[in-house]
């Protein structure tokens, strides 16, 4: 279940608090798939399904050119899957924030959005795999008619690929051209 509430601080500004919780069974794979190509079998029928808690507590904003928000949360996971092999990680916790900006003006658009995690597991201290602590992303973008054109930049931090902190995946960039194109008023 999940439940939210939210106080106006003034007439474009609101605060917001949510909690949640999660299921999440194993699936096909993770629980039998096979040894192949002499690499250790990836399934492991002995999973527990994940149950999670969440709380968020946020602030947001509305403007007649932009919009914004800043937010906290964090995320108790118990039996959390982690993959290859598929293993439960007993209890898993995610604390962060993120902050976001959106503005547009005329046929301009600029939007940009920043995330903090600390995704550990709670009996060792490493970080959860696969999952990096710092993501970014900016963008502008022009809209002319049916048409629009934009330019974005993302970054996400390294990341570990195994519970044990051992495989480290460097971190990476995108620069993004993208394009779209209005054929007619239900079509994008």
Known sequence: YNAAVGYPLAATTQ???????AFKAPTFNELYY???????????????????????????????????SLSA???KIDDLIASYPADNIAQAKIQG??????????TWEFYTNLSWLKPED???????????????????????????LGIDFFYQSY???DVANTQR????????????YRFTKNWI
């Open 34 to 68: 096979p040894s192949v190509g002499g690499f250790p079998a990836f399934g492991n029928p002995h999973l527990r399904p994940e149950k999670s808690q969440s709380f968020e507590l946020g602030i947001k904003g509305t403007q007649p050119d932009y919009t914004w």
């Open 97 to 106: 924030g993120e902050g976001g900006l959106r503005w547009h003006k005329d």
């Open 122 to 148: 709670e009996q060792t201290g490493n970080l959860l795999p696969r999952r990096a602590k710092t993501t970014f992303n900016v963008g502008l973008a022009e809209t002319r008619g049916p048409a629009r």
């Open 169 to 180: 995946l460097d971190g990476y960039r995108l620069f993004k051209l993208n394009g779209e």
């Open 73 to 75: 949360f964090q995320t």
């Open 159 to 161: 990341r570990y690929d």
């Open 15 to 21: 605060l917001y608090l949510s909690y949640g919780t």
